[in-house]
T-cell receptor, first 115, second 119 residues
């Protein structure tokens, strides 16, 4: 069975600085998708960034980028120029390619942004 | 607002009562998912529909839980004989099924959730 592990329950970053959130996963599949979702307090979950495992290039979305290390099964999220609005729970998620479309989530990392 | 909506947002019930939640997906989305999220944890998959067909159910979905998606539009999740362990946030998400041999990683759009408290 696939699993997703986020070993940092909470991280703190100074506004305008850079922070990296860690995620590791376990799978025997060779093709899959990885996602980072953001869940602000009392608000719905939104997609931050996605990565297809067959793509070697790391995905970037404005201030958000990932470091995808397929052999190491590692998928970290880097947030540059952190803003107060980045404060939220961040969840790493895995999805197989094929018949099962369910997302498998990690336990989340709470990001605090200090002004 | 054309996002995923869920009703009610909060539900407080007594143990043993039945509860029903509703999810309205984004209108053109043909896939709909239910997840459960307990405090301090990530969401856990419960079940998903493609159009009106329920294609996968988690082992978490005991026989007290039933989900439907009549006519492939909105969905309902019913919990019978609620237990205190059912207290959680119930999230609904929807996505669009891409055609073709190599679909992109279609995004699941989440609703705001229904927070269930069982006393």
């Amino acid at each position: 069975a696939q699993t997703v592990t986020q070993s940092q329950p909470e991280m703190s970053v100074q506004e305008a600085e850079t922070v990296t959130l860690s995620c590791t996963y376990d799978t025997s599949e060779s093709d899959y998708y990885l996602f980072w979702y953001k869940q602000p307090p009392s608000r719905q979950m939104i997609l931050v960034i996605r990565q297809e495992a067959y793509k070697q290039q790391n995905a970037t979305e404005n201030r958000f980028s990932v470091n995808f290390q397929k052999a190491a099964k590692s998928f970290s999220l880097k947030i540059s120029d952190s803003q107060l609005g980045d404060a939220a729970m961040y969840f790493c998620a895995y999805r197989r390619v094929g018949s099962s479309y369910k997302l498998i989530f990690g336990s989340g990392t709470r990001l605090l942004v200090r002004p | 607002d054309t996002g995923v909506s869920q009703d009610p947002r909060h539900k407080i019930t007594k143990r043993g009562q039945n509860v029903t939640f509703r999810c309205d997906p984004i209108s053109e989305h043909n896939r709909l998912y239910w997840y459960r999220q307990t405090l301090g944890q990530g969401p856990e998959f419960l079940t998903y529909f493609q159009n009106e067909a329920q294609l996968e159910k988690s082992r978490l979905l005991s026989d007290r839980f039933s989900a439907e998606r009549p006519k492939g539009s909105f969905s309902t999740l019913e919990i019978q004989r609620t237990e205190q362990g059912d207290s959680a946030m119930y999230l609904c998400a929807s996505s669009f099924r891409w055609q073709g041999s190599t679909p992109p990683a279609s995004e699941q759009f989440f609703g705001p959730g229904t927070r269930l408290t069982v006393l």
